[in-house]
């Protein structure tokens, strides 16, 4: 700053020490510079709150259930007249979810990128990407209402020999989760790809490579660390994905890995307990914070290392 | 020595050439044989994985139609809700909520999530620990699942500190806090797209620091930065699940008011719809996925235009 306007008014005439200053004191400047910053400090108070407004009922929740029936007991009951707290069957069924939705993602995530950025004209490229954009950006009430109306019947009919007696289903679900997060993979797999250096590609094609063969032994490993981060996030919007679980997978906590059964998700036990006005500080608000932060923790390790990993390949290439 | 290298003379080198020319050949032939067909299956592969997820997006978009157009007319937008009487219920209620909600997430989201991004852009120095923990912090608060932001409105803004209570303006500062990572993301991408070139003229000129970002850093990103906050407001506008933490559930068939009463909005809504048993109630609520996917998409393809249409490189 300083340099600068020392700069401008060295230009002007009688360049003397009085015109390195600037001419007021900009107090303008100074408070709109304060209010900037303020803006940006705002989001670090808003991680803190986030973390003071669960972590202090967590604490009151550990007060009163031990850690061993919280994390050791595999019974989760918490609003019945004998209450059990183990927390076991909604993170199963939280990975269950996770996994049919990487199962669905992973192979028509990484196709679509691999189509997009090396086979794709640009033309195509410039019609494909905003439709998978607009996939993205279909609120998650409708894409639940359409797994649970229209896709869970769907499979009932093509896989009639699983026993579908159950109205939801975890398993038509997590493929719907997979779905949704289609657009996330592609989108990051695909700027990760293209990163990746045109002379890699042509030493590859100058030594006789087929495309295939520049794609998934060139490319591909070039664009490694991005196309694993684009899959952890995936898998972090999977376990915070909310109301398509809470529509198309039920709320019956059980520990399972039938795709037909239906379960209940840490994001679907929170979503369904505290729809109603639950008083501070009881138990049930307590509870719904303990799984709150729990939910936290694992998405922030799933965050943090899908951050690292976008950060090496920009750092290699770019 | 110094002979052509493209039209060898000496019988030495003609071989060479022919040699290293069959080589090529036969290495390009095998490509013509079994690894093309291999290549065309690899690549209508990846032309399936493509499909699949655009046939979905198009079977949602059919579907929805199809489902809810029996109630589809004005009086879907014009009667409010009922419990008793599907026929005749409408969203007029959960829309204005939707407006009010969004409009408080706007009046938040632009000056705020703007400001951050002037900040990191022009004036935050990169070494600075507190300028790169903001950095880390606003690219993790973009994966927090939406229901975290919920426990926070009903722990923070509901209750607790702001103490709001179940109020509309409490679903639109949750909502605000959602996107705001969003909004601040696009926009740090949009002035950073802006050539330092623009800057240091202004400034050599004579103009100060806020005086260059107002006149020119600005206008030059507001394409970008506008993208940004339309693909926010669609977010904010299909998003259901904080809103069912900080009351948006509570069944409202007065027009909603922002700082008292109920409220509710057009997602919470239909999933409230959804969730009752008869078949009208599931019209009703196919119904207003229509209006809610036609509200998002139009605002999410003008966000795509906007982009593309002012698209320019420097």
Do not use: H
Request: with cysteine; proline share 5%; charged share 15%.
């Amino acid at each position: 700053m300083t340099s600068i306007d020392s700069a401008a008014s060295a230009t002007g005439p009688g360049f003397s020490s009085q015109l390195l200053e600037a001419s007021s004191r900009r107090y303008g400047e100074k408070a709109i510079g304060v209010f900037l910053a303020a803006c940006a400090v705002l989001s670090v108070a808003v991680t803190t709150a986030i973390v003071v407004s669960l972590l202090v009922p967590t604490i009151d929740f550990f007060r009163q259930v031990s850690f061993e029936a919280f994390f050791l007991d595999t019974t989760w009951a918490p609003r019945q007249a004998t209450s059990r707290f183990g927390v076991w069957p909604i993170v199963v069924g939280t990975l269950n979810v996770v996994f049919w939705a990487l199962l669905v993602a992973i192979p028509v995530g990484l196709a679509s990128a691999i189509y997009l950025s090396e086979y794709a004209s640009a033309r195509a490229r410039k019609t494909i990407k905003p439709v998978l954009e607009v996939l993205a950006g279909i609120p998650t009430v409708a894409i639940g209402l359409f797994a649970f109306f229209a896709m869970r019947p769907a499979a009932a009919a093509l896989l009639p020999f699983l026993d579908w007696s159950s109205l939801w289903s975890v398993g038509v679900a997590g493929v719907a989760v997979g779905l949704m997060t289609v657009p996330l993979v592609a989108s990051i797999s695909d700027d990760a790809m293209r990163a990746v250096p045109a002379a890699l590609r042509e030493g590859g094609y100058g030594l006789g490579a087929t495309k295939l063969k520049v794609s998934l032994r060139i490319v591909f490993p070039a664009a490694i660390s991005g196309i694993i981060a684009s899959i952890v996030l995936a898998g972090s919007r999977a376990v915070g994905e909310t109301m398509v679980v809470l529509i198309a997978a039920g709320r019956t906590p059980a520990l399972t890995v039938d795709p037909t059964r239906s379960v209940q998700t840490m994001t679907a036990y929170i979503a369904g307990t505290a729809t109603g006005d639950i008083p501070t500080g009881t138990l049930d608000y307590n509870t719904i914070f303990a799984v709150g932060t729990l939910l936290f923790a694992a998405t922030l390790v799933l965050n943090l290392v899908a951050i690292r990993l976008v950060r090496r390949f920009r750092e290699v290439y770019e | 020595m110094a002979a052509d290298p493209i039209t060898p003379t000496t019988g030495r080198t003609r071989l060479a050439t022919t040699g290293a020319r069959r080589a090529t050949e036969a290495a390009l032939m095998s490509a013509n044989g079994r690894d093309r067909l291999i290549g065309m299956v690899f690549q209508a592969l990846l032309l399936l994985g493509l499909s699949v997820a655009l046939f979905m997006l198009a079977a949602l978009l059919v579907w929805s139609l199809v489902e809810g157009a029996p109630r589809l007319g004005p009086e879907l937008i014009t009667n409010g809700p009922s419990t008793v009487r599907p026929a005749e219920a409408g969203f007029r209620t959960a829309i204005l909520g939707t407006l009010l909600v969004v409009g408080g997430v706007v009046a938040v989201i632009v000056p705020v999530g703007v400001g951050a991004a002037i900040y990191l852009e022009e004036y935050a120095n990169r070494d600075r620990w507190l300028n790169r923990l903001i950095e880390l912090n606003i690219q993790n608060l973009a994966g927090v699942p939406s229901i975290v932001f919920g426990i926070l409105g009903l722990a923070f803004i509901v209750r607790g500190p702001l103490n709001l209570g179940f109020v509309a303006a409490a679903g639109s500062l949750t909502l605000a806090l959602l996107v705001l990572p969003t909004v601040i993301i696009a926009a740090r991408e949009a002035i950073r797209a802006v050539p330092p070139s623009i800057r240091e003229g202004s400034l050599a000129l004579g103009a100060t620091r806020w005086q260059t970002i107002r006149r020119q850093t600005l206008p030059a990103a507001m394409p970008g930065v506008l993208t940004g906050v339309i693909l926010a407001v669609a977010r904010a506008t299909g998003e259901a699940a904080p809103l069912l933490l900080v009351g948006a559930v509570t069944f409202v068939t007065f027009n909603p008011n922002f700082f008292e009463g109920g409220y509710s909005t057009l997602p919470v809504q239909i999933f409230n719809y959804s969730n009752r048993a008869q078949d009208e109630f599931r019209v009703l609520a196919m119904a207003g996925v229509i209006v809610m996917l036609g509200l998002v998409l139009l605002m999410n393809s003008f966000a795509v235009w906007l982009r593309n249409r002012f698209e320019r490189s420097w």
